[in-house]
C-alpha cells in the first residue's frame, strides 16, 4: 500500500472524522424524517435534498456536527490540548450564529417576502422572492449538540 493511500485510510478511519460525520450525517436524517412526519412531501428528492444540504430544523446538524469534533479533539487529544481550545470556540461561533445571524437574517427575508408579496398583489410590482435560509431555535441546537456529544463519546468508549 502506498503512502498515500494509507494516510488516506488513516484520515477515513481517524475517531475525530467517524465521530463527526456520522453526527452530521445523522442529524441530516433524522431531520428528513422528522420532516416526513410533519409535511406532505415525501418524494424520494425531497428527502434526500434534507439529508444531503438542506440547513435548519430539528435538529442542528451544525451543531451535532461541532460538538462531535469539539468532544471527540477533547477525548482524543485531552483537555488541555491548543486543537481542543480552538475546537472549542469554533463549535460556540458556529452554534451562536446558527441560533442568530442565520435565524434572524431567515425571520427578515420571510418578512421580506410577505411584503414584496402583498406590493406585488395590491400595486402589480413583479416580486422576486428572496431565500429565506432558516436559522435553529435554541432547543435545536440543544438537541444538535448533545448528540453530538454522545456519538462522540460511543466512538471513544465503544
Do not use: C
Not at 418524494?43 to 440547513?55: C, K, M, N, V
Not at 461561533?93 to 441560533?99: K, Q, S, T, Y
Not at 414584496?116 to 398583489?121: H, L, S, Y
Amino acid at each position: 500500500m502506498s503512502i498515500r493511500s494509507e494516510s488516506v485510510k488513516a484520515f477515513i478511519e481517524n475517531p475525530i472524522v467517524l465521530s463527526t460525520v456520522t453526527s452530521w450525517f445523522l442529524a441530516q436524517v433524522v431531520k428528513a424524517a422528522i420532516m416526513l412526519l410533519k409535511t406532505n412531501r415525501k418524494s424520494g428528492r425531497e428527502i434526500l435534498a434534507t439529508i444531503a444540504w438542506r440547513t435548519g430544523g430539528m435538529p442542528s446538524s451544525h451543531a451535532a456536527l461541532v460538538s462531535a469534533m469539539t468532544t471527540s479533539v477533547g477525548l482524543n487529544q485531552g483537555l488541555q490540548s491548543n486543537l481542543f481550545a480552538v475546537a472549542f470556540f469554533i463549535s460556540l461561533i458556529i452554534m451562536r450564529d446558527a441560533m442568530g445571524v442565520r435565524r434572524s437574517s431567515g425571520l427578515q427575508a420571510k418578512s421580506l417576502n410577505s411584503l414584496g408579496r402583498n406590493m406585488e398583489e395590491r400595486m402589480g410590482f413583479e416580486y422576486h422572492p428572496v431565500k429565506e435560509v432558516q436559522g435553529h431555535a435554541p432547543l435545536e441546537v440543544i438537541i444538535g449538540a448533545l448528540l453530538g456529544i454522545f456519538i462522540a463519546a460511543a466512538y471513544a468508549y465503544l
